[in-house]
Every structure is written in structure tokens, then in C-alpha cells.
């Protein structure tokens, strides 16, 4: 039902399903995804039924950072509403059990072009609110996107750690140091607190 992808089934996925379900500004190119898989720090997950690909999830973590980053997440536009989402989510929090949580971004609702758009990413939020994320005080800018970070404690016992500092040590990950300042701000509740 879910199970972890290899390199060259990251690429598959990449090209089949990434590609087409996040605009260029939100997806890191491949070659940066195969240099992050080769040295431990990438997964990607896909849900199946019958040998084909229902939804995937991919994260960057490193071992000695105490949460993981959800990277990518999405669910193939035919089975949406129908619980594939909740039910991998609730997957892969229970893989990352010995990591405190998962770091998630998403679009803010304030910064949509148009009511459309502002609806969907209040839904997309309210997903995640479901699934017991909580709110954190960060909001980040990349590439001219603004998201609003939320946590999602990998067990109930844990407690929210420093998301800002691990969400800052694990995109010193697999952003080159030169390109940081330019494309990452970090803001508490519409204010610039530092770049990175």
C-alpha cells in the first residue's frame, strides 16, 4: 500500500506527477532531489493500490535534525475526497515515529491572487488542521511564495520543538548557501524577522 521509492522511481514520479501538480516555484529541480536521495537525506513515499500510483509524499530530513520536511504532497485528482490523503499522512507520521514532527508549508491564504485560489489554500489547510497540525508563528517567503508553516507532532506525546530552526537547517540542505538570502525569508506574523 505505501513503500518508499528508489532514485530512478523519484525521477518517474518527478517527471509523471510532480511536474504537473506544483508550478516550477514550488518544486526543487531533479538533479538537486538525486544528489539529496544519494546522500540519505530525501524519501519519497507513494500510496498504491493495484500497482498504481495513488498519491505520494516526499520529505528531506537529516539524522540529526529533530523533525522531518514535507516536501511535496499530493493525491491524484481522481481519488481526491475520497480519504487517500488522510490515510497516507497518517502513514508516513507513523514511519517518522522517532522523529518529534513533520514541517509543513503551506501557500497563505492572504497573499492568493483571487477568492478561488484563497479557498483552495484554506482547504489545503484545513486538511492538514484535521490531521492535528498545529499553527506555528512562522511565515516564510520563497521564491516570491508566501507559506504559512504548520507542525504535525509525529507522535501526540511530543511537544513543538524550534520548527524555525530545524525548517532553517534543513533547507540549508538543499539550497546552495549563495541562492539562501536571495529566495528564503523567514517572517513572525507579517514581518521580516532574518533571511537565511
Known sequence: MIRSLEVNEIKSIYNAHIKKDFPRNERRPYHLLKKLHYKGRYLCFVYEEEDKIIAYATFIYDEGINNVLLDHFAVDERYRGCGIGGKLLSLVREYWNEKTGIIIECE???SARNEKEKELRKRRIGFYMRADAKSTPI??????????????????????????????????????????????????????????
Open 108 to 110: 497563505t491564504p492572504d
Open 139 to 196: 511565515r516564510r517567503r520563497i521564491f516570491g511564495v508566501d507559506y504559512d508553516i504548520l507542525w504535525i507532532p509525529s507522535n501526540p506525546e511530543h511537544s513543538q520543538p524550534d520548527v524555525g530552526r530545524d525548517l532553517a537547517e534543513l533547507y540549508a540542505l538543499s539550497l546552495p548557501l549563495s541562492l539562501r538570502p536571495l529566495f528564503i525569508r523567514v517572517v513572525l506574523k507579517n514581518r521580516t524577522k532574518q533571511a537565511f
